[in-house]
């Protein structure tokens, strides 16, 4: 990839907050860094807003509501066809803007361009297939209409990992339902969402629906936003920790909420599973975005007499992975979001160890600039290692071996997260005992990864509330209305 194309791309990123349909400075002209986490080095300073922004962010949103709310549906669809258009056509500068700013492959990062643009279609679709009920009561004396009304103006907070396939998660079926949006991205990838802000500037989006606010000061700037009783929904993409704090503030207004928090997903292997097929979707559900998704197998618990078949075949491969920069060719392997995510996964694999987990591959980061850490498999996990209860978020496999189903269940739902699971097993009647007894809101059966736009996704326990995507997805955003009249024949 040449230099060229990268200036070029970061160089049409806007570089302001977009408000009312206007790219504007901060209010008081703060700005931040945006960082390349394979190199270490700044790729473009952005606005930076404080709470005068959000507010007037919110504002903007406000007022454009009562006009798209009222705006056929048929055309909130089309423009977010446009959008969908749009993306295809723009999908490699997409790419290559979340593989500068996140570090994921470009491969990866093409995949995610092909799933974020597939909620623009997909609520497009879903937009006009929202319907209510109209019937007599049951006592004859009059007739119920049951109807959907959008929410009213929401804020979308989405975290870096996924920086595109977050923000049309939320924003998409938002919009379907009628409701205008104020997004907030994490500062540590702001960049496509920015650049995303132009795709729909140039849909034809009537200014003020969708309003983007960039800040170095997310804890503040939020805070006021959802003080304001103007807000009538937060949905929220991040850490179970900072959720939970979005919740205690969203209860003063009493707010929709929808969480999708951590997740620490098992990943389940039976002694009847097709093992070559168990280790290709280990290596996805583990190593897909360099192991920083909330979906990534977080445990894997492995059946006594293939553990050790299983351990040696996905360290095989692990062994054979490319390290780099995601626009390298072949890179499977790109950097961590920044130093600190490779201090917490040198401290949970340290620990493993200390506890007497045997190191099979990698075991540490990686010199030179960059935050990189190897692969690593680590097999013999103890119980009670810090690594089993924590999220990893970094590409480090731990294996622990098992007896009999019910020490498999007993050991996959000893978590207080419930995103997702991960089960092989060549068994459908055992396949269905794991769908009824993992504690989960998602599960791949002989599948490692599950994420799909026409899919209800998110997680049970302190994995969150709420879906996206799905049919379920638009009605995060809708509120239901029952009107009573009177029997019309008197
Ligand atoms: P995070 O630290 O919780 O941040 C998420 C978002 O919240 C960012 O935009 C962040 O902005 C913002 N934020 C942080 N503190 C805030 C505060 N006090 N008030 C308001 N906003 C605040 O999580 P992350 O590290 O970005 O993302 C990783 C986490 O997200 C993991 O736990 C992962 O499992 C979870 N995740 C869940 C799903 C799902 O669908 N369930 C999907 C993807 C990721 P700044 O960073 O700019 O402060």
Redesign the pocket.
Known sequence: MSQDVEKQLLADVPDGLYIGGEWRAAADGGTLEVRDPATGGAVKRIASAGVADGTAALDAASEAFPDWASTPVRERAELLRRAFDLVQERKEDFALLMTIEMGKPLAEARGEVAYGGEFLRWFSEQAAHVQGRYGANPEGTGRMIVSQHPVGPCYL??????PLA?ATRKIAPALAAGCTVVV?????TPLTTLYFAKVLQDAGLPDGVVNVIT?SS??PV??AIIADPRLRKLS???????GK??LEQAAGGVLRTSM????NAPFVVFDDADLGKAVDGAIAAKFRNIGQ??TAANRFIVQAGVADEFARRVTERVKGFKTGRGTEEGVMIGPLIDDKAVSKAEELVRDAIDRGATLRAGGGPIDGPGSFYAATVLTDVRPGSDILSE?I?GPVVTIMAFEDEDEAVRLANDTEYG?VSYVYTESLARGQRMIEKLQTGMMGLNVGVVSNAAAP?G?WKL??LGREGGAEGIHEYLQTKYTLTANPFG
């Open positions: 907070i989405t975290p870096w990992n996924f977050m907030k991205p994490a500062a540590l800040t997310s804890g939020s805070e929220f993409t991040g850490s179970t920790q900072v704090k979005l999708e928090l951590g997740g998704a909330c999220e978020f995103l996704f997680g994995s969150g």
